[in-house]
């Protein structure tokens, strides 16, 4: 039996029909359970044994891979928005003082190539169409009400909720010093020096904020470091979009059967793109201006796909919702580190209410549901009613699956394979797996309603 | 005219009994609601037929019965209870439309709830004293069997206690009745023939005392208020809308029509301590609810509080109380009937009364939204809330009682504070807060269940906003009543 890839697997030819471009291929490998250790003791120890046979946290059933695989695909249509939006702010807006528009994506970044779908891809992941995805673009032009200026669906909120994207990347932000590069750079004399250089040129002519910065330079740094986080969010949704999209399409052709193919196609992916370089370029006046050049060498694994994860599925914020926090009462950690207000732990059921991102999400994916996940929801709790939480905690298990890929991925990277005979390897695996589920120990972790399917 | 109120029910409760072939349950349902809602028509044509301006009883019926007896068929209809035949034929369609179409044995139900607004309508019509007893009477049974058939876990002992409270409260009455016919020396039992101000304080003040302790079970006062917990709590939604809506307010017109209409002079001696009486209920009301867990029993001693406003008012006897007290009464009897049936719909939908369980409800996907915002306009209202119709009796019950017991009516306001204590731990626990993922999988609230919340939140604050419509009906007839009484020294 062969273990997960260590090494970034090879571009290989797309098994479709004439084609003859780079084309990313699944590798999905399912272990036996170890037989060479113990039981775990630990608290989840069916999960653990699961990881450990090369599994996802979430139970392998027909019921949860149709859920998180439609769901990836209803994500994947806003999170096609999202980057090119994350891209166009960082680039272009860049420090726009009355941003108003920034949510109104020009033709030129909806024609944007993505680096994975399309002939000219530079490594194709999905078999799509490199420019907006159709069902975006439609929904676009009129939305869940009807053909309106773009104005008045912006202020329907009758749009994809860019909001979401923004907080994730604001959590990206506020959560410094999760480890890498990148974040370390931003407070390097050289990336002030190549704002300084954006900034000067980007208020040419403008004395007002030229004398603004004199004032309160600080200030536009840290507006330049916001939008570098831009530029890093974009890069990687601009990658996962079409594994996501991918993902879709093989599994309605019957080519991923079961979560653990899923997560292996994810795992895969991740390090296929594990190198894509992660920059932040700013365009002004038909010049390009490098605030953080390729050059840096800042990958796409650790400098934004790690942290994304850790910043958002693990920690975000304690965000007002209809729970409230009290700091005083040490109801909120001290540590930044110790937070647990992402997804992995969110409360799902009181969508709708306010300063809850992925109400925001939910709300953007209700409109691109594949039927037979629409149909599904339907014959489930209040049906069409409670479609927003039923699709937020199916996004939920999704989300464990692509955590699960990521713990999987790390184990890869960093330690042994899942069926190395050597046991003192193993138990070196275990250790890694059992600390890595120790963070869903709190109470508020849904990990374990994760495990029955009447969690809905 | 007036007696269709009383036998239309009453002979469609007969036809939906005895019909001899099978009727479905959503049939029997919907031939009910179509007889409710005949009475309601009824009613409101009565309404435009109705002169405001006429103190006294109108549109009157007259049959011989039996004469040996004294006992006549005498209908008529005033300002204190042109108010109480709307609300009891109201809340009957209310209640028929909130209850479940799976009601179990259907025909017996239906028959039974139109039986008790025929026989309520028949007492607040009646101008003869034994035939009131009769219909009064007429509740006793029916309300027992709704308890006891259709109730909750506890609703054999609820139903006895019921049945045992009421039949007291029956004998007293009818005591007091027969007292009044004996002592006068009347040959007859019609109101108008019983000269009952000729007699002794001493004799008038004995009588009273038995019609107030009668309709005081019924109300039910402080300390004869044991049954009332039970019976609402053990009660169905729609049997609690009656009992809490239209039966405690027969008490109520009892003591208003013969304690004070009858015997002026002795109520007049007596109010000082009914007021004190009204005030101590309306605390112990209060108070009591404040510690309870159970949300129906909270709104089950809200209701014995506020219906010591009405005795208050009733005490008080200004023109402006007794206003209060008939305003109350309708007042009392609609946002009673939306608490009940939105606390149905909880328990319905998430199988539990008790505060320590509810949460979340206001939760907009997977809680219960309207429900829970009905619920909070519910205890708005029920807390004297301007702008709805709790507001405007309470304010003139208030209003028109302070001048006669200045230290029982601030009693009561600070009783009208304390609804608004318990019915914010009510609503705080119970719509608020977290929604409990474990628990949170209710199923969804249909609109028939909305929809008599809705429309009774619409006369709640129609009737908030446009008071008149609610208060002019007995503007006369109170002044008349009060006319009558002696001044209080």
Known sequence: MSSLPLTLPAPTQCPMPNAHYPCFVMTATILAPSTQLPPSSHEFAPVIHRLEAGGAMLPDTPENLMQIIGIYKAYAVPMDFYWRDLLYIAERVFLNPFPFFKYFLPKEYLDLHNHYAGDDADLRIWRGEATAHPELLAFMEKGETFKMPKLLHHLWHDRINMEFAEACMRAMLWHRGMGGNFDPYLDTDEYKANADRAIKAYFKGNPVMLGLYQMFPEMFIEQVRQLSYYSNLGLFWEVMAPVFFEMSDRYDAGDIKSVPEAMNFLVNAIFAMAGRPIYHHVHIRGEVYEIIPKSCGFMWLYEAALPYVEAVFYRTAPFRGTKSYNAQAKQVPDNQKDFHYGILYADVFPVGTAGIPPTLLMQDMLHFLPKYLVDYYHQHCRGEDDMLIQLGISFQRSMYVVTSAVIQALRTALLYPLDDPNPRHLQANRAFFETQIDRFKRPEARLRDVQSQNYR | ?489
């Not at chain 2, 017109?253 to 009858?262: N, P, T």
Request: net charge neutral; aromatic share 12%; glycine share 10%.
């Open chain 2, 1 to 489: 005219m007036l007696s269709i109120l009383i036998w239309l029910p009453i002979f469609a409760a007969a036809v939906i009994g005895f019909w001899p072939g099978t009727i479905s349950s959503i049939s029997t349902r919907l031939a009910s609601l179509t007889v409710a809602g005949l009475v309601i028509m009824w009613n409101l044509f009565i309404l435009l037929k109705f002169d405001i301006s006429n103190p006294g009883m109108q549109l009157q019926e007259y049959l011989p019965w039996n004469e040996t007896l004294g006992l006549s068929y005498k209908l008529g209809v005033d300002g204190l209870s042109v108010l109480m035949l709307l609300l009891n034929s109201f809340l009957t369609w209310i209640a028929i439309y909130s209850s479940s179409k799976q009601t179990e044995r259907p025909r017996l139900f239906y028959s039974l709830v139109l039986l008790v607004s025929g026989g309520v309508a028949g007492a607040f019509l009646t101008e003869n004293l034994l035939l009131f007893f009769l219909f009064y009477e007429l509740e006793l049974i029916p309300f027992y069997l709704l308890i006891s058939i259709w109730g909750g876990e506890k609703r054999a002992y609820a139903g006895i206690k019921f049945l045992l409270y009421t039949a007291v409260s029956g004998a007293l009455i009818l005591a007091a009745f027969f007292g009044m016919v004996w002592f006068t020396g009347s040959t007859n039992f019609n109101y108008d023939a019983l000269p009952t101000q000729t007699l002794s304080t001493t004799l008038q003040i004995i009588l009273l005392f038995g019609i107030v302790l009668g309709f005081g079970i019924k109300i039910p006062l402080v300390p004869f208020h044991t049954w009332l917990p039970d019976a609402y709590v053990e009660a169905s939604a729609p049997i609690a809308i009656l009992l809490g809506g239209v039966l405690a307010k027969l008490g109520a017109y009892g003591l208003l029509r013969f304690g004070m209409g009858m015997f002026p002079q002795a109520w007049s001696i007596l109010a000082p301590s009914l007021a004190t009486w009204g005030a101590i209920s309306a605390i112990y009301g209060a108070v009591t609810a404040i510690a309870q867990k159970d949300i129906k029993r909270m709104v089950a001693y809200s209701s014995i509080g506020h219906m010591g406003y009405i005795l208050l008012a009733a005490a008080a006897s200004t023109p402006l109380a007794i206003v209060g007290a008939v305003s109350q009464m309708f007042s009392h009897g609609i946002i009673l009937a939306i608490l009940f049936h939105l606390i149905g719909v909880v328990e319905t939908k998430v199988g539990t009364r008790e505060l320590d369980k509810l949460n979340g409800l206001m939760s907009p996907v997977r809680g219960l939204p309207l429900t829970s915002a009905l619920l909070v306009l519910g205890g708005m209202a029920s807390a004297g809330i301007p702008g709805m119709i709790g507001f405007v009796s309470e304010f003139i019950v208030f209003q028109g009682s302070f001048s006669a017991f200045p230290i029982p009516t601030l009693l009561c306001v600070v009783a009208s504070g304390l609804t608004a204590v318990y019915f914010v731990i009510l609503l705080n626990r119970t719509c608020f807060g977290r929604l409990d993922n474990k628990l949170a999988y209710y199923p969804k609230v249909l609109w028939s269940e909305k929809i008599p919340a809705l429309i009774l939140a619409a006369v709640i604050f129609f009737l908030g906003v446009q008071p008149t419509w609610l208060v002019r009906w007995c503007e006369p007839t109170a002044t008349g009543m009060v006319a009558a009484i002696p001044l209080l020294e």
